[in-house]
């Protein structure tokens, strides 16, 4: 990247007025960021399985501009606090509900991205009262995406995400987003910077194990059914990466057949994080989705 078209996480935030605090979300201590007027219809982003709020870092101020807008750090992630007992998506729900209910939030649009965009569709199934509407992204949760753990493929990403939780290093930070970013130029140095940090916290390569076998139990009974999607009453704004075919595109279709009210919107140029690699064209289209 060339000096004058430098970017990072600060060079999307300086502008906007937000606080950084912690709140507690049913007994955990909760990491979360809110921006835009307090009076606004209320936003609430949810990052990948890994990652910390900063994941939808070139998206938060934007939206901030029409929406009070929160983004968290889900349970056993980036600096909320990490319980040693199993991540399913029933404790990611009870956690995320846990957290509107400590900031008196009665009813808010998601924005969710892979892990998130399962655990809003847990929400929005189990608590359809809390959701306004929902932002797909790098969908998951259905039983098609299920990974074969027997699969050189698995194993070798399950492989990299401990390695690096255990022994956080440059190197196995790269091997992380290689996976997330397809352009080299767009994975920026704080990003890996900061998930290096994330992961150099004592307890880290338990926490990731944690997680891991904790969406193993949710493969089991906490995968979104074909009912439990057409379930679903409010509107989705479906993203799918259409150059990048992996499960998390099978699964984007797969919802957009179910859920009652949806759009599907297929993005160019993206891989696992449109939310970034697309982020002018998809704060655009997001905004017009969510106001309209």
Sequence with gaps: MSNENYQSIWTH???????????????VKTRYVNAGPKDAPKLIMLHGMGGSWENCFANFAEHAKYFDTYAIDMLGHGYTDKPDRLMTTA??????????????IDKASFLGLSLGSWVSTKVAVKHPERVEKVSMLSAWGRLVARPDVNSPFFREAQ????????????ERMEKVFEGLIAKHEQRLPDLLGLRMKIYSQPGMG?????????????????????????????????????DHKDIFLEC???????????????????????QWEAHQEFNRINLEFLRG
């Design 206 to 242: 338990k926490t990731m194990e944690n997680i891991f076998n904790g969406l193993e139990s949710s493969w089991s009974d906490g995968y979104i059914t074909d009912d439990e999607a057409r379930s679903v009453k409010c509107p989705y704004l479906i993203y799918a990466a259409v």
């Design 91 to 104: 404790e990611y729900v009870n956690h995320v509900k846990n957290f509107m209910d400590a900031m008196k």
């Design 13 to 27: 935030l300086m502008a906007a007025s937000f606080r950084q605090d912690y709140v507690d979300a049913g007994g």
């Design 159 to 170: 492989k990299s995400r401990l390695e690096a939780a255990r022994n956080p290093t440059w």
């Design 252 to 274: 984007s279709y797969e919802y957009a057949k179910l859920i009652p009210k949806n759009r599907l919107v297929e993005l160019k140029g993206a891989s696992h994080w449109p």
